[in-house]
């Protein structure tokens, strides 16, 4: 019991310890993602996301042709869009993502934020509704996080590029009490209901 107790203790001393992670997200090519972690004061390497076009590659390699794109039915487009739709309309989704937003903002205290979005859905009418929420969503957020935001619709291709850096710092016991207490409340188990029913509709 006495070890018990030690190990507990060692266990909370780390998880206060704050860690700092320069992070890099880049869609372009293929999601590459890299991530300077320090515990304390102390740097604990670099990560990289795996695969080819990682941002860790300097190697040039050959060009590839283009392989030829196969046109994407409306009916496909309007099917995943009436599942990401189904996630915004329940009631409280919005609600509840901003307020465990805001208590992330402020455990981890990000800083140097600078991010750049160009999207589309293929459907300018889908693209407009999207555009309204993120522009909603940045906005709230830049409220609380100082940096730069840009979103960059495209109403006629359907594409996703984002270019983004943050530097942040937490204390990790924080962070999972944060999230464990936002997947106790009713609000994202009754989205992912939503979406599992306009699935089974699909």
């Not at 840009?150 to 009490?177: G, N, S, T, Y």
């Amino acid at each position: 019991m006495f070890w018990l107790l030690i190990a507990v203790g060692l266990l909370l001393a780390i998880s206060l310890v704050p860690v700092s992670v320069e992070v890099f997200v880049r869609t372009e090519g293929g999601l590459k993602v890299e991530a300077i972690p320090r515990w304390g004061r102390l740097p604990t390497g670099t990560w990289r996301s795996s695969g080819e076009g990682s941002l860790g590659s300097r190697k040039k390699r050959p060009k590839k042709k283009p392989a030829a794109r196969k046109p994407r039915s409306g009916h496909q487009s309007h099917l995943s869009f009436r599942k990401v739709h189904a996630l915004l309309k329940s009631d409280d989704l919005l609600d509840s993502l901003l307020r465990w937003m805001k208590r992330l903002v402020r455990i981890l205290g990000p800083r140097d934020v600078r991010v750049h979005l160009r999207f589309g859905t293929g459907d300018p009418c889908d693209t407009g509704h999207l555009w309204g929420v993120l522009s909603s969503l940045s906005i709230l957020i830049s409220r609380e996080i100082p940096g730069s935001f840009h979103l960059e619709p495209d109403f006629v291709d359907q594409v996703f590029d984002l270019d983004a850096h943050a530097m942040i710092r937490f204390a990790p016991l924080a962070l999972l009490l944060a999230t464990l207490g936002y997947f106790v409340t009713p609000a994202p188990w009754r989205a992912l209901r939503n979406y599992m029913r306009a699935e089974a509709s699909g």
